[in-house]
């Protein structure tokens, strides 16, 4: 899955969806997509992220309190 860094628009390939739908965890892993080669993974705050049209996340894969 490919989502989109909201202050640089660049690309980043998400590694670990597991940890993208639960929303205890703040931050993914996943690989910045720019070049040829394949960037190493690091750690992206899942609140600085969109889907690639712009779209915000949903609330139940961020606010672990989304149904209060």
Request: aromatic share 8%; charged share 30%.
């Amino acid at each position: 899955m490919f989502l989109q860094n909201k202050s640089s628009d660049t690309l980043i390939k998400i590694t670990d969806l597991e940890s993208l739908f639960n929303p205890l965890h703040n931050q993914i892993e996943g690989r910045i997509q720019e070049g040829e080669e394949e960037q190493d993974t690091q750690p992206f705050p899942k609140q600085d992220l969109t889907f690639a049209s712009g779209e915000d996340l949903p609330r139940c894969w961020i606010d672990p309190n989304y149904r209060n």
